[in-house]
């Protein structure tokens, strides 16, 4: 379980606009479950270089913890997962 204090999170990108944050409220949900930026890179077999620009192109959306080390929410993480699951069965 993730407990923390509202954070910044990276919205869509595009120009100028990706180096915008904007804050959010509610990144402390109880039941939120997030992932480190190592941790999605094994789920998918990529490098963590990849996992961040997934981000800053807007594939995965991406939250700050307190610290302001990125976290991805496992939900986020699973859509992308199926998603891609589904492009290689093609």
Excluded: H, I, K
């Amino acid at each position: 379980m993730n407990v923390m204090a509202p954070t910044l999170v990276r919205l869509s990108c595009s120009g100028a606009a990706c180096a915008a944050w904007e804050p959010v409220a509610a990144v402390n949900d109880v039941g939120e479950d997030l992932m480190t930026r190592r941790q999605v890179a094994g789920l998918f077999g990529v490098t963590s270089a990849a996992v961040a620009a997934w981000a800053r192109r807007g594939r995965l959306p991406e939250v700050r913890n307190e610290a302001g080390r990125p976290r991805y929410r496992r939900a986020d993480v699973e859509v992308l997962f199926r998603s891609a699951m589904r492009q290689r069965a093609r």
